[in-house]
């Protein structure tokens, strides 16, 4: 096992990029250059244009108002209910993973209490530089993930449609679209404008940790949940999403000769200005678990329990069918980010034994009883919609179903 790793480890620098430097030209490109806010503001509202979400501008009612979340799954299920199962995850993709954890992003179409319409598309994305793996191979450990990348961009209306259009083919789509007020609209688009005329530019750090409602910074996942709370939506879901990750602070590395390209590593006071380098070696096959040592904490989101809740949409929709409709109906989601998802790992029990056992965990209400606490949480929330007079309704993006909700 030890020498099928050091094999695997000498390709892992050689990763291709995220996906996402597909999508559009500035993304990748050396030097970085940042967006002013007025450039921003203007390529992330107007008129939705492109295939994708010309497409899904059929879909709605000229006179209502729409939010959508619109999500790119990663292509590997990512198994975050620790940071020990996380490193197993790791193990069992280092020869593939590309560090993606797919994409998030928001729509919407809608008027504002004045009348004013507003319509635009966006989602945060960064580190498109192979940041992570660079600071792995350094040394810095589990440090990559305390680490923010300051070469964060707001998606343009055209990127957010070159995602769906590139990118959905493989990795899976799944978006839900809910109708709102007005003052639901207004509190969304709000916060984004001020988010990004913030004086401290949030919209260039990138990060796992920090919170954009602060103005911290954020990542795609993160400015999405934000952006659903600010539209009232998901309010009782959102602190499901959330997952604490402890590890120790033994493997976290700092105070080296140097970064990765635009990035900054985390403060680590108790190596008081003293370097200490991990091994990439050391990274993989050490088990994330404290042991009786000190640790460093994180909160962060969890993509697989964010779909999840999305699935639970589903299935509400789904058992509101006639009986000899549901099955039809539902294998129509069966190649979608909705469909069945399991994560792989090796477990090598704690670090135990030399030959990994390669797992299989699907992603149902056995994996992890977090699963059925927002199924209930979600189910809960649509069902009260659904009596306050919202139904759900199917609706198509480039072949792949999207659920609608909307008052009748």
């Known amino acids: ?75 590997d299920p990512m198994d975050l209910r620790s940071a020990e199962k996380f490193r197993q995850f790791l193990t069992a993709h280092v020869m593939s993973w590309d560090g993606g954890i797919g994409h998030h992003m928001m729509a919407w179409n809608c008027r504002t209490t004045d009348g004013t319409l507003q319509s635009g598309a966006t989602g945060m994305g960064g580190e498109y530089y192979g ?73 260039l750090k990138y990060a796992l940790h920090l919170d954009p409602e602060k103005m911290e910074g954020g990542g795609c996942t993160s400015v999405a949940v934000t952006m659903l709370k600010k539209a009232g939506l998901f309010t009782d879901v959102i602190p499901l999403f959330m997952r604490h990750m402890e590890a120790p602070r033994s493997l976290l590395g700092g105070n080296l000769s140097s970064s990765a390209y635009l990035t900054t590593p985390p403060q680590l006071p108790w190596l008081r200005g003293e370097s200490h380098k991990v091994p990439m070696m050391t990274f993989l ?33 789904i058992e509101g069918l006639p009986r000899e409709k549901r099955d039809a109906e539902d294998r129509k989601f069966f190649k979608t980010g909705l469909g069945y998802r399991v994560v792989v790992s090796d477990d090598d029990n704690e670090g135990r034994l030399e030959q990994p056992v390669r797992r299989h965990y699907p992603i149902v209400g056995a994996f992890d009883p977090r699963i059925g606490q ?35």
Not at 5 to 25: C, R
Not at 136 to 142: A, L
Not at 378 to 407: D, V
């Open 1 to 75: 096992m030890r020498l099928f790793l050091i094999l695997m480890l000498l390709s892992f620098s050689a990763f291709a990029k995220d996906e996402t430097s597909k999508i559009s030209p500035r993304i990748g490109r050396v030097p970085f250059q940042p967006s002013t806010p007025q450039q921003i503001l203007k390529d992330t509202q107007g008129p939705w244009k492109g295939a994708a979400l010309l497409e899904l501008q059929k879909e709605l009612d000229p006179r209502r108002n729409y939010v959508f979340w619109l999500m790119l799954p990663p292509k």
């Open 285 to 317: 096959t050490t088990p994330w678990l404290a042991r009786g040592e000190k640790t460093a904490s994180m909160d962060l989101l969890d993509p697989e329990l964010m779909l999840y809740s999305l699935k639970s949409i589903k299935r509400v929709y």
């Open 131 to 203: 940041q992570s793996r660079e600071m792995i191979m350094k040394g810095y450990g589990i440090s990559t993930l305390f680490s923010v990348f300051n070469d964060g961009i707001m998606n343009t209306i055209d990127e957010v449609d070159a995602e769906i259009r590139k990118r959905s083919p493989t990795d899976g789509f799944a978006a839900v679209g809910f109708e709102v007020s007005p003052e639901q609209c207004e509190s969304m688009v709000g916060w984004l404008h001020s988010f990004i005329n913030h004086p401290s530019r949030p919209y």
């Open 374 to 408: 927002i199924d209930a949480a979600t189910r809960a929330w649509i069902h009260s919609l659904t009596a306050a007079g919202q139904t759900i309704r199917l609706g198509m993006i480039l072949g792949h179903p999207i659920l609608i909700l909307e008052k009748r």
